[in-house]
């Protein structure tokens, strides 16, 4: 594979954390490394250390603050509304979330409404961090907006993505993390490079007619002309593109009605100034429902079943949710392979703080 | 309209719960022709009067039991574990959600797993009940295995809705209630009386190959052959489909695996057994969060943006969840159409308890 690099993982980890702590807080630099690298490991690329670059301009442009703290707007033994401040989505999601889980082993549950964050990586991350505690968890988050609502032409939601986990005992935990919308830009770029057509249920032309062209559509949303991404199910209402677009919304109300932050089209929506990511996220303690013992045991009784059902034709094996991306953190828990182009940016970047990322 | 038969809306849910009255209590009664009745208009008529033969078949056959209250099996401050004892759905559910409103004034939101319940009907009545209360609400059930996993051909997952309502201020609530499947079951009986290929991400054949033939899909589903509906998204991951497919599972997982009841395909698992359908509902107070002045008034501001974005060549409008069953709702307040065949059914099952029901 000449087009990757490979290197050790955790010599990534470290790379990234000294670059990140030349702007933020050892602390901070430590989480934002830690949940950039668990996007790469599960391979989830698009919000790996590939945005790393980003982040730094946008420290470096002020758009991104160098505070990695909410403060608690309000405060009930079950939910929380932080405000962010414009800081780093990481470190700020991440303490709210150790808090949620805190509230929750004492009060069964508890939701925070996140607003006026940044970009907070993987959603999975936070949902995992209750699965770690042997807790239910849930994160949404709204996002720059590159999706139409049905019938529209006008790219003013964001792939608002859910995840929501839950634990199980001979099986790893239920983690499901997906975008709202059918596939991200990322797949839209994937199938240009290759100039291969996409299905009509990913993308529309400018007009909001569903188009096969990633390469149009990519230009047309590089230069706001109209059209974007499709919700989940697909333009139109025949084959369920309503239902994403709802479920889209969803995540924008909880994460920035509930909060008052930004939503839609706002979220990103003045170049030069803080994007306002909104998120939503929470524990729930197995203790509210039927407690671990019997909920984990339902889980691997219920996997179970989803998995010997018999597959279709062509195939042999039934994935549950989060399986695909546990068996990427095992193989990639030593070493990884990253994408030549992303492994010189990363070099790039180091030179300015006279760090180096040693390939294998 | 040949094929339809007008009838004042409050005749047939007077007539709805006289037939019921000979099985459950008056109380309990009401409640249930409340719920069908709301289906049909809100203009979902696969879950109103038409399912009234079905329910009085059940309780004959002693499939539904005639208890109309769920046992707690356990309870804290923010939750409920209610067992429904094979009893009716519609007045277990919603005595719980009472109950889940109630602790909310208090506790700011509590949430309910029920298990060994019926059908239910419409997600959606339970969500706004809530609404009704300046609520945010939520309603998710479990149901007959109908749909497949992504890459099998054995349905063993049901078309499991989502529903969750939000409260504005000018506008009327958010209102999502969408099953997790592209389509259900009726939208194919639709299409194969038309002779109207559909899009082949509807259903599958017996091998779980996405199928356009409505009329083979539905010969293979009643006779048990191989194949069913499609989760949203489609057939495979390409266009989505395994998000469809977690999205159900969630709902699985909260009503069923939460409250220790039937999943999967075990739900109506057993001929002539109680179904054992699992109910996940909940409410959460607007103090939890920013309260209902500014969160109702974010959704205003945030209705209003989605609604004035650009309409896609051929469009002039772009619907908010719920809308259209608001207008139906209006329409049919005082008057509404029944299919010609459902009035039939329904006066032959009147017949029998020496009740009429009146058409216009």
């Known amino acids: 594979m000449s087009d990757q690099v490979k290197i050790k993982t955790e010599n990534l980890r470290q790379f990234t954390k000294m670059i990140l702590g030349n702007f933020i807080s050892e602390q901070d630099a430590r989480i934002t490394a830690d ?23 946008g420290l470096k442009q002020g758009v991104i603050l160098p505070i990695g703290e909410a403060k608690i707007i309000k405060e009930t033994p079950v939910s929380i509304v932080a405000d962010g401040q414009g800081g780093m989505g990481q470190p700020i999601t991440c303490k709210i979330m150790e808090k949620c889980i805190e509230k929750a082993r004492t009060h069964f549950m508890c939701f925070a409404s996140i607003r006026n964050s940044n970009h907070y990586g993987i959603a999975g991350y936070y949902t995992k961090m209750a699965l770690e505690e042997n807790m239910i968890g849930i994160s949404l988050t709204n996002s720059a907006p590159l999706v139409l609502p049905t019938f529209s032409s006008e790219a003013v939601i964001g792939t608002n993505p859910i995840s929501i986990g839950i634990p199980a005992q001979k099986h790893r935990p239920f983690l499901l993390d997906m975008a709202t919308s059918t596939v991200p830009r990322g797949k839209l770029e994937v ?58 919304a969803v995540v924008d109300i909880f994460s920035g009605v509930l909060s008052s932050g930004k939503l839609g089209k706002d979220v990103y929506g003045e170049k030069g100034k803080p994007a306002g990511v909104c998120h939503f996220i929470g524990a729930i303690h197995p203790d509210a429902f039927c407690g671990l013992k019997e909920i984990s045991s339902n889980m691997d009784d ?58 294998l």
Chains 1, 2 share one sequence.
């Open 35 to 57: 949940v950039l690298l668990a996007a790469d490991v599960r391979g989830i690329e698009s919000h790996g250390v590939a945005r790393l670059q980003r982040y730094i301009s």
């Open 302 to 359: 219920y996997i179970d079943m989803l998995k010997s059902s018999r597959p279709a034709e062509g195939e042999d094996y039934i994935y549950v949710a989060g399986e695909k991306e546990y068996r990427n953190e095992e193989k990639n828990a030593q070493e990884m392979w990253l994408q030549d182009k992303v492994f010189q940016n990363l070099r790039d970047l180091g030179k300015e703080f006279g760090l180096t990322l040693p390939s």
């Open 191 to 248: 199938y240009a490079r290759k100039n291969k057509p996409m299905p009509d249920s990913w993308a529309t032309d400018e007009k909001g007619i569903p188009s096969v062209d990633p390469s149009l559509v990519l230009h047309n949303m590089v230069h706001r002309i109209g059209g974007g991404l499709l919700p989940l199910g697909g333009g139109g209402e025949l084959t369920g593109g309503h239902k994403g677009f709802g479920l889209s």
